[in-house]
Structures are given as structure tokens and as C-alpha cells.
């Protein structure tokens, strides 16, 4: 027991060596970290109306809850990873340089454009691509 004590610590302190001797190392766990809170972030502004706490008392139920969030917080998820592909793949088509780095900078958990109050519109008045996807937003500052 001992034995693998000593050798995890050993292993925590080569990391923390490595770590406090690479810059690039630290903006990569800056990064996941980022990425991380802001997934955090996206359940939090899921989860509305309830502050964020559980008020049921009996754990079935409690559990209940934390998969309903689970599933939307997944749903959000590969809908937005469905269309920054797309949006991956039509930069590609328009010949727009993307550099191998830039993929470390994205992030399948942004909410900004998740209208979770207010109206909301179901209008079927456009049209579907081949891959059954709605039609990308045309952007000007490209």
C-alpha cells in the first residue's frame, strides 16, 4: 500500500513539475477548464424556476430531475455539435483557412441563442438541406 502511495505522489509531482515548467500545458488545462465551466454554466441556465436546488425528498424522484437535466443538457449539446460541424464544413467549402488550433477553442455548450422564456415561433416556412438540417444563419462579418 505504501508502495503506491508514494509512486501517485510521485506521479502528482512530475505533473505539477511539467506543469509549472510549460506555459503551453497550462493554456491546454486553461482551456479544458473553460470548456468545463462552461458546460456548468449551460446547466445552470437550464435549470431555471428552481433557483437550482432540488426540492423533492424522496431520492427517486430527486433522481428524476437529474436525468431530465442530464437529457436536456445532452439534447443541447448534439444539436450544437451538429451545427458548428455544418459550420466547420461550409467555411471548408468556401476554401476560409481553418488551422488544426482552432478546434481546441470550441466548445459544444454555448446557450446564448437558447430561448428558454418568452415566444417562441415554430414556423416551418423554410427549407430543410439534404442532411435534414435547418439553413445556416448568413453572417456579413465573414
Given at each position: 500500500?505504501?508502495?503506491?502511495?508514494?509512486?501517485?505522489?510521485?506521479?502528482?509531482?512530475?505533473?505539477?513539475?511539467?506543469?509549472?515548467?510549460?506555459?503551453?500545458?497550462?493554456?491546454?488545462i486553461?482551456?479544458?477548464?473553460?470548456?468545463?465551466?462552461?458546460?456548468?454554466?449551460?446547466?445552470?441556465?437550464?435549470?431555471?424556476?428552481?433557483?437550482?436546488?432540488?426540492?423533492?425528498?424522496?431520492?427517486?424522484?430527486?433522481?428524476?430531475?437529474?436525468?431530465?437535466?442530464?437529457?436536456?443538457?445532452?439534447?443541447?449539446?448534439?444539436?450544437?455539435?451538429?451545427?458548428i460541424?455544418e459550420?466547420?464544413n461550409?467555411?471548408?467549402?468556401?476554401?476560409?483557412?481553418?488551422?488544426?488550433?482552432?478546434?481546441?477553442?470550441?466548445?459544444?455548450?454555448?446557450?446564448?441563442?437558447?430561448?428558454?422564456?418568452?415566444?417562441?415561433?415554430?414556423?416551418?416556412?423554410?427549407?430543410?438541406?439534404?442532411?435534414?438540417?435547418?439553413p445556416?444563419?448568413?453572417?456579413?462579418?465573414?
Amino acid at each position: 500500500m505504501y508502495v503506491l502511495q508514494s509512486y501517485g505522489q510521485l506521479i502528482k509531482t512530475i505533473f505539477i513539475c511539467r506543469y509549472l515548467l510549460s506555459k503551453t500545458l497550462r493554456k491546454r488545462i486553461n482551456a479544458q477548464l473553460n470548456k468545463g465551466e462552461q458546460l456548468h454554466g449551460l446547466r445552470v441556465y437550464l435549470w431555471f424556476g428552481g433557483d437550482g436546488i432540488i426540492r423533492k425528498k424522496q431520492e427517486e424522484q430527486q433522481q428524476v430531475t437529474v436525468r431530465c437535466l442530464n437529457l436536456l443538457t445532452n439534447i443541447v449539446i448534439v444539436w450544437n455539435t451538429i451545427y458548428i460541424q455544418e459550420i466547420i464544413n461550409q467555411l471548408y467549402t468556401e476554401e476560409h483557412e481553418i488551422n488544426d488550433i482552432d478546434f481546441g477553442h470550441i466548445s459544444p455548450a454555448p446557450f446564448e441563442h437558447i430561448n428558454r422564456l418568452g415566444k417562441y415561433s415554430f414556423n416551418a416556412n423554410f427549407e430543410l438541406n439534404n442532411k435534414g438540417l435547418r439553413p445556416l444563419r448568413k453572417l456579413n462579418n465573414f
